[in-house]
C-alpha cells in the first residue's frame, strides 16, 4: 500500500527518534494512514490523542514546511484511493440544489467525451476492430463498475464474435481462474477499468497476455496500470466532479468499436433480417399506446 518515497517512509525514518508524544501521533498515521490522509488538523490531533500543536512541531520536525504540505503530501500518496473523499471535500461549499449537480455531472461527461476524442488514434481503432474479428474468443475482464461496462461492452459487439467470455468476478475467484486456464494464443482479451483502478483486473489481463492472449484495454489515460499490457488502447475519459470515475468515455468508446464492426462487416440484407426477427418483440410506433401495454396472461385451465 505504501508508495516509493512516501510520507509514510519519512516518518518511519524518523520513528526512533521521536518524543514519546511524537512517536505516539507517528504510531496513529502509520497505523491509520489512509485515514490520517483525509483528516484536517483538528481531526488527526483529537484521534491522535495529542494537542494541534504536537502535530504542528511533529510535522516540522519531519523537515516539512507546515501541515499544508503534510496533507498533501499524504493525499498524493493515496491519490486514486481517496480521490472521491477530497472531491468531496472541496464541493463541500458548492452548490447541492440537485439541478446544479445534474449541471455539473452532464458537464463533466460532455468534456469527458471531447477529451476522448482527442486521445483516439486510428491506428487503434482499425487493430482492436480487427483483432476482435480474428479472435477465436472475445474474452472481457472487469471489475467494480467496469463488470458492468464489460458486460455492456459484451452486448454491443457479440455479432461480431465467435465466441464470448465474461471474466467479470462472477461465481468467485476460482471460477475466472478455471475459465482462464483455457485463453491463449488466438483470444483476444479486452480489459476495461478506471479510476480507482481493479488490481484484479490487471492481474488478470496480466496473466492472460503471458498465456499468450492478444490484449485490447479500454482505459481512461495513457497513465492507467492497464496500459503496459494492451496491443491496442481506446482511451475513455472519466473524470467527474464528485464520483471517483465518469464511465461517460468508456460507454462512448465501447459504442464507437460497435460502430466500427458493424459498418465494417454487417450486410443490409443481414441488418435487414435481424429486424425482421425481433420486430414482433418492440413497441409498434404506428400502434398507438395501447399496443405498448403488457399482454395479459390468461388463466389456461
Not at 510520507?7 to 525514518?13: A, F, G, N
Not at 504536537?54 to 523537515?63: E, I, Q, W, Y
Not at 498524493?76 to 464541493?91: C, H, N, S, V, W
Not at 496500459?227 to 491496442?232: I, L, T
Request: a negative charge; hydrophobic letters at 45%; charged letters at 20%.
Amino acid at each position: 500500500m505504501e508508495p516509493s518515497g512516501s510520507l509514510i517512509s519519512l516518518i518511519l525514518q524518523h520513528r526512533a527518534s521521536m518524543t514519546a508524544l511524537h512517536g505516539q501521533l507517528a504510531d496513529h498515521i502509520l497505523e491509520h494512514p489512509l485515514q490520517s490522509a483525509t483528516m484536517g488538523i483538528e481531526q488527526l490531533a483529537k484521534s491522535a490523542g495529542v494537542s494541534i500543536a504536537t502535530v504542528n512541531r511533529f510535522v516540522r520536525s519531519l523537515g516539512l514546511a507546515g501541515y499544508a504540505e503534510f496533507r498533501a503530501r499524504s493525499v498524493e500518496a493515496f491519490r486514486r484511493t481517496i480521490g472521491p473523499i477530497e472531491k468531496l471535500r472541496d464541493q463541500e461549499s458548492a452548490p447541492r440544489e440537485p439541478s446544479a449537480i445534474f449541471v455539473s455531472s452532464l458537464r463533466a461527461a460532455a468534456a469527458n467525451v471531447a477529451e476522448s476524442e482527442d486521445m483516439l488514434r486510428g491506428e487503434a481503432c482499425q487493430q482492436a476492430a480487427d483483432m476482435i474479428l480474428s479472435a477465436r474468443t472475445v474474452v472481457l475482464v472487469g471489475a467494480g463498475i467496469s463488470a458492468a461496462l464489460a458486460d455492456f461492452t459484451a452486448e454491443l459487439i457479440s455479432p461480431f464474435c465467435r465466441a464470448q467470455l465474461l471474466l467479470t468476478g462472477w461465481g468467485g475467484s476460482e471460477r475466472m481462474m478455471r475459465h482462464a486456464m483455457r485463453i491463449g494464443a488466438g483470444d483476444v482479451v479486452i480489459g476495461l477499468t478506471v479510476p480507482r483502478y481493479s488490481k484484479s483486473t490487471v492481474s488478470m489481463v496480466r496473466t492472460l497476455r503471458d498465456q499468450g492472449a492478444a490484449v485490447i484495454g479500454i482505459t481512461d489515460a495513457p497513465t492507467s496500470p492497464l496500459v503496459p499490457y494492451c496491443d491496442a488502447v481506446l482511451f475513455g475519459c472519466a473524470r467527474h466532479p464528485v464520483l471517483h470515475a465518469s464511465s461517460t468515455g468508456i460507454v462512448a468508446m465501447a459504442e464507437g468499436l460497435a460502430a466500427v464492426l458493424t459498418r465494417q462487416r454487417q450486410t443490409v440484407a443481414e441488418a435487414t433480417e435481424l429486424t425482421e426477427r425481433i420486430y414482433p418483440y418492440l413497441v409498434d410506433d404506428n400502434a398507438g399506446p395501447a399496443a405498448a401495454a403488457p399482454a395479459r396472461i390468461e388463466d389456461t385451465e
